[in-house]
């Protein structure tokens, strides 16, 4: 079986990041899925319930806190293993896994695992891992939206809009903030895939 995992907040510049680990059954109807961030928000929620129906699911969190201690990589990372730990924990005796991870790098769990990018584009466990884990977080932000009204959380989801950016001067960090932020990216990352 494969376990599709993915994450969902690395960009923005508060919130927690928020990963989903999916194994799909046989049949599941895959017309529903595609890249999360290519999805309406409709088809996105349509999508989430059909998935927490009828998968095998984990959903994994690193907050705020932990991304500035780590970094966002490693937070990344650190939300993947809690997904895959809570999916096994949840759902014992799952047999025989092998993981494909959106992305470059693989986080530590106990089964083969292979990076590939744009994998949720591609394999529908992986997008199914992307539409969860945006679904989750966009749930969150909007919470926090009602805990820090003064920050607009529900329309940016914390990414670094001009809105958001304008909040931030004019009330400064809210306790969701990140503190640390850094682009990184290499030409030519789009075609490496990762094993282990």
């Given amino acids: 079986m494969i376990c599709g995992i993915d994450e969902a907040g690395r960009g923005p510049l508060a919130g927690p990041v928020c990963a989903a680990a999916v194994i799909l059954p046989q049949g599941f109807p895959q017309d529903c899925l595609g890249d999360s961030k290519k999805l309406s928000p409709h088809r996105r929620e349509k999508a989430r319930t059909l998935i927490f129906e009828r998968a095998i699911v984990g959903i994994g969190w690193a907050s705020a806190t932990e991304i500035d201690a780590l970094n966002i990589l490693k937070a990344s990372l650190l939300a993947m293993k809690r997904a895959f730990t809570v999916m096994v924990r949840v759902h014992p005796g799952l047999g025989t896994l092998k993981a494909i991870v959106d992305g470059l790098y693989v986080p530590d769990i106990p089964i083969p695992c292979c990076a590939l990018v744009k994998a949720d584009s591609l394999i529908p466990e992986v997008m199914a891992a992307s539409i969860l884990a945006k679904t989750a977080r966009d749930r969150m932000m909007t919470h926090y939206a009602r805990l820090y009204p003064e ?46």
């Fill in 151 to 196: 920050y607009g959380y529900e329309r940016h989801k914390g990414y670094p809009t001009k809105e958001h950016v304008e909040k931030l001067a004019r009330h400064g960090p809210s306790p969701i903030q990140r503190k640390t932020f850094k682009v990184r990216g290499q030409p030519g990352q789009e075609e490496l895939t990762i094993c282990r």
